[in-house]
């Protein structure tokens, strides 16, 4: 276990993140102002600094600045007035890049010497629960494998199948497209992100890998008028926790 000390943060800092998440909302119109390179960079920088399961960060995002790409993006998603964006990014899960991540894992780990647990990990234990298989055989027979050994103790079941990896990296992925969002609003920049698209036609505008999985395009830009269309709405919070 690690023994670096959990910083505590002062209050102010628990109330400014609240009202930065507050001031976040889907923005439908945007002016033409760009956003620049370094913003851009730093935003991402911000994304990946979220937790993905086994450290093994599953996700891609491909940055869309030209105006003759977004020009054929609009159509895309389905000519939504977000799309007029003067940037968007395409977030994509990666449940195909688990391989490399565990070889990356230990060449990029960040002390002299990788630990031997850490290297027993990713070398042994993460590809057996990754590897799901040709035609996901391997996740068939593991699933067997695990449901006898869970009779009598606590096992970890997933995933076990290419279904339940698309799952996996799709979780992790969302969390880091959430930081980006408050990233750029951080930044005094506006998104929306944009899960309605023709996920066929994306592919043919970008170079998007067969295995990766588009969960959403994220329009990022200046707030233009009558940007926001509704007023927030969030269902009572008793509906939707339980206290044990």
Not at 133 to 152: E, I, V
Not at 200 to 214: C, G, N, W, Y
Request: charged share 20%; glycine share 4%; net charge positive.
């Amino acid at each position: 276990m690690s023994s670096r000390p959990v910083p505590v943060l002062p209050m102010s800092c628990a109330a400014e993140f609240r009202a930065l998440v507050e001031s976040r909302r889907a923005i439908r119109r945007f002016t033409a102002e760009l956003v620049p390179d370094g913003v851009i960079l730093d935003c991402l920088q911000t994304a990946v600094l979220a937790p993905s399961s086994c450290n093994l960060q599953p996700w891609s995002f491909q940055v869309v600045r030209d105006p003759a790409l977004l020009q054929e993006l609009h159509p895309v998603c389905l000519r939504q007035g977000a799309a007029k964006a003067p940037l968007l990014i395409a977030v994509l899960a990666r449940p195909d890049t688990w391989r490399q991540a565990c070889a990356d894992v230990i060449e990029h780990w960040p002390e002299p010497l990788v630990p031997e647990r850490i290297r027993h990990f990713y070398e042994t234990i993460a590809p057996f629960q990754y590897n799901q298989g040709t035609f996901g055989l391997r996740g068939f027979f593991k699933r067997l494998l695990l449901r006898m050994t869970g009779l009598k103790h606590p096992v970890m079941r997933s995933p076990n199948s290419h279904e339940e990896m698309r799952l996996w990296a799709v979780k992790s992925t969302a969390l880091a497209a959430q930081n980006l969002m408050l990233a750029f609003q951080s930044h005094g920049y506006s998104t929306c992100p944009m899960e309605g698209f023709d996920d066929m036609r994306l592919r043919e505008v970008l170079p998007i890998p067969p295995h990766a999985i588009p969960i959403l395009l994220l329009a990022v830009g200046k707030e233009g008028e009558h940007a926001v269309y509704n007023p927030r709405l969030r269902f009572p919070l008793e509906g939707h926790v339980t206290w044990h």
